[in-house]
């Protein structure tokens, strides 16, 4: 008889593989049978339906052909003999994405079958400091660290120049190995990297003398790296490929460099403008003046009108510290403090009185 595969996980017929996934991994949840409440009829139900519809090429078959092509004995499909042992054959590389940890329920975790890929290398992080002035224009600065380096004399491969790599018995040079397990479902046949090889396929006859087969050594590196003109304390940059080398030439990590910022006691920095502070006298503050202000780029006039009160802040453009993501420059601010005289004389004193009068 004739299955409806797209009314057992209850979508439509144009769903999409994503509505399909989703659709199917909802119905497993529901009725796995280790759950409370779970259909084991049911559960196989559901795995027979997404084993096509999950498929593009088997999905178009179904349509043209119905369930049918997929029976016993028909193209494609081997079917479900039941959970007594006889076993099913399950395409891990279809079902891997979809279950993550719901398949450890059935023993078969993530489910790829492909040979094991080395990881790259790690990410390392080094901490520099620099002074403010650095900041605002850029610097370069040699840095040394320790790290994990590709092997010079193998070049990553682990084996003795000259020498042979030999076929891996084991897996006959695969570097998967086939496995029977047993689960809920009944036995699912897997493939495994090779615990011999360790998924290469090949076996080193004469490890390299340098690195002892490893591939990879440690030691102190000094790289020279540019600070960037704008840049903020604890800011990070990063290196790409700096990092420690990976196995088997799989790629090196990053380098990240965290920056530290000296203060300075003559700027005081908000975003990418600088403020300062100048004390200037009653009489300046009244009659107006010209006063020095040492900026990053040195020393500046700043005309101070008369009539000028404490607090004012005065503007001095692209004075300011350049925008580390885009053109310009930000400000630099200067805010005026007006001194308040004391241990006034007498005569200093009638003068501010009379002033005061009028």
Known sequence: MSKDYYDILGVSKTATEEEIKKAFR???????????????AKFKELNEAYQVLGNK??????????????????????????????????NMDDLGDLFGGFGDMFGFGGGSSRRKRSQRGSDVQVNIEISFMESVFGVEKDIKFYKTNTCKTCKGSGAEPGSD?????????????????????????????????????????????????????????????????????????RLTGQGEAGPKNAGSGDLYIKVRVKTDHRFNRQGDNIISKKEISFPEAALGTKIDIETVDGVVSLKIPEGTQSGKV????????????????????????VKTPTNLSRKQKKILEEFDEK
Not at 26 to 40: I, M, S, T, V
Not at 64 to 88: H, K, P, V
Not at 314 to 335: A, I, N, Q, T, Y
Request: charged share 25%.
């Open 165 to 237: 790599l030999e076929t891996c018995k084991h897996c006959h040079g695969h570097g998967t190995v086939t496995q029977m397990q047993r689960t809920i479902l009944g036995s699912i046949q897997m493939q495994t990297p090779c615990p011999n090889c360790h998924g290469e396929g090949k076996i080193i006859t004469k490890p390299c003398k340098t690195c002892n087969g490893n591939g990879l050594y440690k030691d102190n590196v000094e790289i020279k790296v540019k600070i960037p003109e704008g840049i903020s304390d604890q800011e990070m940059i």
């Open 57 to 90: 090429d088997k999905r178009a078959q179904y349509d043209r052909f119905g369930s049918a092509a997929f029976n016993q004995g028909g193209s494609g499909f081997s079917g479900f003999e039941g959970f007594g042992g006889q076993g099913f054959n399950i």
């Open 314 to 337: 005065f503007k001095l453009s692209d004075k300011g510290v350049p925008h580390l993501r885009g053109r310009g420059r930000g400000d630099h601010l200067v805010e005026v403090i």
């Open 26 to 40: 909802k119905k497993a949840h529901e009725h796995h049978p280790d759950k409370k409440g779970g259909d084991e």
